[in-house]
């Protein structure tokens, strides 16, 4: 193993299990097995995982679960992700078997009911990029508010081994904001995924003038006299939520988890791995694992 240049890749394990569910679930392919479970959505969740493991060669890997549907955002707002309808029947037997595979492959599961995987993974990157630099790997946007020198985003995008890598230059190359007013954007403009308005009438573009002029939610408020007329009536008319859509909005990162090295060091045990993927019956298992010889003992 190599110790020289230490990374730990944190992975969003329902952003790359419902990915991979919907991938295939759209032509009916669930590869059901003989004791009539399906297997579609884990399988695409370990070739997602090991592709990045091969191209970004990180030392230490965890993965981040959502534990249910109830967190501290539903307390504050219970309308938060209420646009959600239930799972798929065919998903819902593959969370706890992903899980369970997971760990088959002695990498940590981590998550805490009451919170998203993504504040387990906000509190865990903040605490270990004093050791190492940390790769999260995601198809969530929001995660980007987390990007510093030491935090990287790996987005996935369509198909296996397609990754738009996320910095803080590039972030703020694009948007012209840096990452942490990620979460006063989001707040101003809403999130229909997570079903939460925003102020109402403000738009992405409107919202990002407003950041780089004024820098935050309360700068805005604190200027109104020098807003126009329309966003002035807009913002005021929405005032009393900005300050909980930006709760909402904000990855909380002092969750009560934690993730040591030593726990997170990647090296999977080939017989136990191969005994549970043998055990679901999953196609092609020879080729799921990764190839190079560091990650196996």
């Not at 703020?172 to 954007?185: A, N, T, V, W």
């Not at 005994?275 to 560091?294: A, T, W």
Request: proline content about 4%; hydrophobic content about 40%; glycine content about 6%.
């Amino acid at each position: 193993m190599n110790q020289q240049n230490p990374s730990l890749m944190l992975v969003d394990g329902m952003a790359l299990l419902f990915r991979a569910f919907y991938a295939t679930a759209v032509s009916g392919q669930y590869m059901i097995n003989s004791k009539g479970i399906p297997t579609n959505g884990i399988h695409g969740f370990i070739k997602h995982m090991f592709t990045a493991v091969s191209r970004f060669k990180p030392t230490h890997l965890a993965v981040c679960w959502d534990m249910g549907s109830k967190t501290f955002r539903t307390e504050l707002y219970p309308d938060y992700k209420g646009n959600r309808g239930e799972p798929p029947v065919e998903l819902i037997p593959q969370f706890d078997l992903a899980k369970e595979v997971v760990e088959s492959f002695n990498i940590p599961n981590i998550g805490l009911e009451g919170f998203e995987a993504d504040d387990c993974i906000g509190t865990i990157a903040k605490k270990m990029k004093e050791h190492v630099h940390v790769f999260i790997l995601t198809g969530d946007q929001d995660i980007l508010q987390l990007l510093d020198e030491r935090i990287s985003v790996i987005m996935l995008k369509k198909g296996f081994g397609n990754y738009q890598v996320h910095t803080p230059q590039s972030f703020y190359e694009e948007k012209g904001i840096f990452p942490s007013q990620l979460i006063d954007l989001k707040a101003l403009m809403g999130d229909a995924s997570d079903n939460y308005p925003g102020v109402r009438g403000i738009g992405e573009k409107t919202a990002l003038k407003l950041l780089q002029q004024f820098e935050h939610i309360d700068g805005i408020i604190s200027n109104l006299n020098k807003l126009t007329n329309s966003q002035k009536t807009k913002i005021e008319q929405d005032r009393d939520m900005l300050h909980l859509y930006r709760r909402l909005a904000e990855i909380k990162c002092d969750v009560p988890v934690s993730c040591s090295l030593e726990e997170s060091l990647l090296i999977i045990e080939k017989e136990k791995a191969m005994k549970k993927l043998m055990d679901l019956e999953l196609r092609s298992i020879n080729r799921l694992l990764p190839m190079e010889e560091k990650y196996i003992s």
